[in-house]
């Protein structure tokens, strides 16, 4: 793994993590009784996406590094998820 590749496994990894963390803890206008005109009732009061921000990176870091172990040892490859046999298997050359 290349280190554009890291990278966008680590932006992967943040973005399914953030989506997670995104609707945990908001407070709707409807839950407040103050909606503003114009906007839904679901609409979050203060979203608080720096914190989530913060939160997704300590989440997604971990998980980053235990997937890139994997990846770089070399311990799942491609083929190991080829369950339905469609890639050839390599030949081994005999020097």
């Given at each position: 793994?290349?280190?554009?590749?890291?990278?966008?496994?680590?932006?992967?990894?943040?973005?399914?993590?953030?989506f997670?963390?995104?609707?945990?803890?908001?407070?709707?206008?409807?839950?407040?009784?103050?909606?503003?005109?114009?906007?839904?009732?679901?609409?979050?009061?203060?979203?608080?996406?720096?914190?989530?921000?913060?939160?997704?990176t300590?989440?997604?870091?971990?998980?980053?590094?235990?997937?890139?172990?994997?990846?770089?040892?070399?311990?799942?490859?491609?083929?190991?998820?080829?369950?339905?046999?469609?890639?050839?298997?390599?030949?081994v050359?005999?020097?």
């Amino acid at each position: 793994m290349g280190p554009v590749s890291g990278i966008v496994l680590f932006a992967v990894v943040w973005s399914m993590v953030f989506f997670i963390v995104l609707p945990l803890r908001n407070k709707t206008q409807g839950d407040v009784g103050e909606v503003v005109p114009g906007t839904h009732a679901s609409a979050p009061v203060d979203p608080n996406l720096k914190r989530k921000a913060k939160i997704t990176t300590a989440f997604a870091v971990p998980i980053w590094a235990v997937l890139a172990f994997i990846i770089l040892s070399g311990k799942v490859t491609v083929r190991d998820l080829d369950w339905f046999n469609r890639m050839a298997t390599p030949e081994v050359s005999a020097d």
